[in-house]
C-alpha cells in the first residue's frame, strides 16, 4: 500500500555519527528515540551532544510515543531530490511530538494530502517504517 | 549620538545570468573592479578583504587576496547567509575605527543556478543534510512554506497580501535593466502561477542566478563628491528565538529599539526600505519585528501599502531578489548595493526622489527549519 516493498527508493541517508546512532539504530525498529536532559529535564530533537536549552551533558536516550500534532504543513510539488519524485507531493509538516520536542518530518500514505495543522499524527509501523530513512508519521 | 565618520564610499554589481557560467573568483574581481570604480579608489588604496559566497570554501578570505593580489591587514570569511553581508560591513567599519584598515573591500555572489541551489542546500548544513535531506523537504520552498502557512493560520494573512509584496517589486523591476525578472506581473499572475510548495508559488520563490556585489567600506569623505553613504547604526542577531523550526520572529526583534534608538530615526523617517526577500513571508516577519507594524498587523499593513518604487512604502527598489534573482551569498548585498545606489542619486529610472535615508535589513542561514541570521544597518546620505 505504499509503494514497493522490495525496491524502496535510494533515499538520501542521514550520515551515523557518534551523537545521533541511537537515533539511526532505534528507527531501523520502527521506535523514535529521543534525548532527555538529566538536569533541565526537557526532551528535544535533533540529536545533539550537549542540551540546547541548558547545555548540561547528562543525556539519556528514551523510546518516544511516537504520537504527536501536526504545527504547519506543506504540499512540496517540486522536491529537491529525484528520489522523491515519484511520491510528490511530499507532505512536509513541522510536527510537535507529545514529549515536547519539535521535528521536521514528512506524513506519508495515501491520505497524507488530508493533512491540516493541529492534526494528530502517529509513527508509520514496522514493517513500511523501515523504508524510510528517518522516524516518518502518518494521520493517526 | 555622534555620527561615525566610516560609512560607504563605492558599490559595484555585475550583470546577472540565469546560468551558472564563467568563475566565481571571475565574478568577484568583476563586482570589485565595479566598485573601486564608483569609490575612485584603486586597487592599491585597499588595504581590507571580506567576502560572502557559499562556494568559496576551501577558499575563503586569504586566499582570494592572493587571487587579487593584494595585501591586506583585514580579512574576513562571511557567516550567516543573507544576513551575511550586512554584518560583513558592519564588521569592517568596526575594523576600521579600531586602526586596523582604511579601506575595506566587500565582495559576495555565487555561481548559482537551480540545479547548483539544490545541490547545496542538500548540504548546506548538518542539521537539514542529516535530518532533512532525507525526508525530501524541498529546500527552501518546503522550509518557507511551513512559515507561510503558520503566519497565515497565525494572523490571517492571505496569499494577495503576500504576493503584494512580489507585484509591487515586479513594477520597480521593469526599471531595473539588470533584473532577470522584469516583464510585467499582474496579481492574477501571481495568484495563478504554478504551486510549488503549498502554499508558495512561483512567484513566490526566489530564482537562483549568477552575480555579485560589491561595497566599499573608508571615511565617507573618501567618496567621490556627494557620494559617500554614511553608517547611522547597525546591528544583528542569531538564532533567535532558538529551539524554534519555524518561528514568525527572527533576532531583529531583540535589536530593533536599539538600531532606531542609535539612528535618531524611526521605520517612518525611511525613505524606503531594502528588506532580505527570499520569500514574501520573510519580508513581513522583518518589517513586523523591525518595528513598521505592530504583533500580527500584517495583513492590514500588506494591504494597505504599494511596494513598488514610488509606492507608499518603496521596498527593494531594484526588484528585490523575488525579480532580479537570488546570487547565492550575494541575495545578501543586493540590498545594500540597491541602497547606496539610491542614496548616491544614481538609481535612474527607479530613483526614490529626494532620498537622504534608508534602511537595509539582511536574513538568512538556513538551519533546521528557517534561516537564523538577522543584521541591519540605517544609512544616510552623506
Ligand atoms: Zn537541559
New interface residues.
Given amino acids: 500500500m505504499m509503494g514497493d516493498m522490495a525496491n524502496p527508493p535510494t533515499?538520501?541517508?542521514?550520515?551515523e555519527d557518534a551523537t545521533?546512532a541511537p537515533l539511526i539504530a532505534g528507527w531501523r525498529e520502527g521506535r523514535l528515540m529521543l534525548q532527555r536532559c538529566g538536569d533541565c529535564g526537557r526532551a528535544?530533537?535533533?540529536p545533539r551532544p550537549m542540551c540546547?536549552?541548558c547545555w548540561s551533558e547528562k543525556l539519556a536516550w528514551f523510546e518516544a510515543s511516537g504520537r504527536g500534532r501536526i504545527?504547519?504543513?506543506?504540499?512540496?510539488?517540486?522536491?529537491?531530490?529525484p528520489?522523491?519524485d515519484a511520491?510528490a507531493?511530499?507532505v512536509?509538516?513541522?510536527a510537535a511530538l507529545e514529549e515536547g520536542a519539535?521535528?521536521?518530518?514528512?506524513v506519508v500514505g495515501e491520505d497524507r494530502t488530508n493533512a491540516r495543522?493541529r492534526m494528530a499524527i502517529s509513527l508509520v509501523p514496522m514493517p513500511e517504517a523501515a523504508r524510510?530513512?528517518?522516524p516518518?508519521f502518518v494521520l493517526a | 549620538m555622534t555620527k561615525s565618520d566610516i560609512g560607504i564610499v563605492g558599490c559595484g554589481q555585475t550583470p546577472y545570468s540565469k546560468r551558472a557560467q564563467g568563475t566565481l573568483v571571475g565574478y568577484l574581481a568583476d563586482a570589485a573592479r565595479r566598485a573601486l570604480d564608483s569609490a575612485g579608489m584603486a586597487r592599491g588604496d585597499i588595504d581590507g578583504l571580506a567576502v560572502a559566497a557559499f562556494q568559496l570554501p576551501p577558499d575563503n578570505a586569504v586566499t582570494l587576496a592572493e587571487q587579487f593580489g593584494i595585501t591586506v591587514s583585514y580579512a574576513d570569511y562571511f557567516t550567516a547567509g543573507g544576513a551575511g553581508s550586512v554584518a560583513m560591513m558592519l564588521a569592517a567599519k568596526r575594523a576600521i575605527e579600531d586602526g586596523q584598515a582604511k579601506a575595506v573591500l566587500c565582495v559576495a555572489g555565487d555561481l548559482y543556478d537551480v540545479g547548483a541551489h539544490y545541490r547545496l542546500m542538500g548540504n548546506f548544513n548538518q542539521a537539514l543534510s542529516n535530518y532533512a535531506q532525507p525526508h525530501g523537504f524541498g529546500g527552501p520552498n518546503g522550509l518557507f512554506a511551513l512559515v507561510t502557512r503558520k503566519h497565515m493560520e497565525a494572523y490571517g494573512t492571505t496569499c494577495e497580501q503576500f504576493g503584494r509584496i512580489s507585484v509591487g517589486q515586479r513594477a520597480s523591476a521593469a526599471l531595473n535593466d539588470n533584473a532577470l525578472l522584469r516583464g510585467p506581473m499582474t496579481m492574477d499572475d501571481y495568484l495563478n502561477a504554478r504551486m510549488i510548495a503549498d502554499p508558495l508559488r512561483l512567484f513566490d520563490c526566489v530564482l537562483p542566478c549568477t552575480g555579485a556585489e560589491a561595497v566599499v567600506v573608508a571615511a565617507v569623505d573618501r567618496a567621490p563628491k556627494g557620494k559617500g553613504v554614511r553608517v547611522l547604526s547597525g546591528a544583528e542577531q542569531h538564532n533567535h528565538p532558538p529551539g524554534e523550526v519555524a518561528p514568525l520572529h527572527i533576532g531583529a526583534a531583540l535589536y530593533r529599539d536599539r538600531l532606531w534608538a542609535r539612528a535618531g530615526y524611526g521605520p517612518k523617517d525611511m525613505q524606503f526600505a531594502q528588506i532580505y526577500d527570499d520569500y514574501p513571508v520573510m519580508v513581513a516577519i522583518q518589517l513586523e519585528d523591525l518595528g513598521y507594524f505592530g504583533a500580527g498587523e500584517a495583513p492590514g499593513f500588506l494591504a494597505r501599502h504599494d511596494f513598488a518604487w514610488n509606492g507608499s512604502l518603496p521596498l527593494n527598489t531594484g526588484g528585490g531578489q523575488l525579480s532580479c534573482g537570488q546570487t547565492g551569498a550575494g541575495g545578501g548585498m543586493i540590498g545594500l548595493w540597491e541602497a547606496v545606489t539610491q542614496l548616491r542619486h544614481e538609481a535612474g529610472a527607479r530613483q526614490v526622489p529626494k532620498v537622504e535615508r534608508g534602511l537595509v535589513a539582511g536574513y538568512g542561514m538556513v538551519g533546521y527549519g528557517h534561516g537564523l541570521g538577522s543584521a541591519s544597518v540605517v544609512l544616510e546620505r552623506a
Fill in positions: 533515499y538520501p541517508q542521514p550520515r545521533n528535544f530533537f535533533y540546547p536549552h504545527v504547519a504543513y506543506s504540499h512540496v510539488f517540486k522536491p529537491h531530490h528520489a522523491f511520491e507531493p511530499i512536509l509538516i513541522e519539535l521535528m521536521l518530518t514528512r495543522s524510510y530513512p528517518l516518518t
